[in-house]
């Protein structure tokens, strides 16, 4: 495993996609601590102030598997969470709340040049970031490690632990359907009425289960079982 540490960038996924253009090796890790174009999902942009721990890590992948690697992502954050007494939960498909509020995020992109295909897949974490550092609009919406715990983390220490989590969890030929049961058991989306904006349209009803693949499925009013690739559940219905 490589880590480049990098002090600030415009996004570690892009500067990881600039390592895979010059052959980086799988498990390489960008880590930076500061993005100014730190990027969300959807288009949307992630506020990365200094404090937050912002991270990429690129892979071998076939597109068919980055849902199931984009959400083993979000349980290893969980997971490490858990360690540090913070209790979380998963809404579908990998962001990672406390309560009412988001406290990381993950964005899986992948990269084609055949035969090679890769997975970059990059986490946020407010880890020790404070509310205030966000602009006032998100400020409601967001919590940090450091606001939970009431005392700084040590962002050096939060990456070794995600990346053995990672590690951990990661869903390795085989092994992918282990990783989205224990997804299910941590995703709060889950037997909930929903509505749900995807890039097709919204989608509502109630989401009942994932597919093999990490899509959602939500049987609609009319019954009909409709599975979500991508999209964000902006209410509960
Ligand atoms: C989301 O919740 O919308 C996903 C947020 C992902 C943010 C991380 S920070 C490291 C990596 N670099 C980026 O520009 N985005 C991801």
């Known amino acids: 495993m490589k880590i480049f540490r990098m002090d600030t960038v415009n ?4 500067v990881a996609k600039d390592l895979i253009a010059e052959g980086a090796e799988p498990w390489t890790v960008v880590v930076a601590v500061k993005q100014v174009e730190g990027r969300g999902r959807l288009g949307r942009r992630w506020v990365s102030p200094r404090g937050g721990l912002y991270v990429t890590i690129v892979n071998h992948e076939a597109l068919e598997r980055l849902p199931v690697v984009s ?10 969470l858990d360690g540090e007494g913070i209790t979380s939960s998963l809404h579908w498909p990998n962001d990672v709340f406390v309560g009412d509020r988001k406290i990381a995020g993950v964005l899986t992109e992948g990269l084609t040049d055949p035969p090679r295909y890769w997975g970059i897949v990059g986490i946020g974490v407010n880890s020790n970031s404070r509310r205030d550092d966000f602009p006032k609009e ?3 919406h967001v919590t940090t490690m450091r606001h939970e715990l009431g005392r700084e983390v040590d962002n050096d220490a939060l990456l070794d632990a995600l990346l053995g989590s990672l590690r951990d969890n990661y869903p390795s030929q085989g092994v992918e359907q282990e990783v989205l049961e224990r997804y299910r058991r941590r995703c709060e989306t889950l037997d909930q ?3 749900i904006e995807t890039s097709k349209g919204v989608v509502r009803g109630r989401a009942v289960d994932l597919n093999p693949a990490g899509f959602l499925i939500v049987e609609t009013e009319g019954e009909e079982r409709v599975e979500v690739a991508e999209g964000t559940v902006v209410r509960r219905a």
């Open 71 to 80: 959400l083993s992502a979000g349980i290893s954050i969980a997971a490490v």
């Open 11 to 14: 996004s570690t996924n892009e």
């Open 138 to 140: 998100l400020r409601g």
């Open 193 to 195: 009425d929903v509505v």
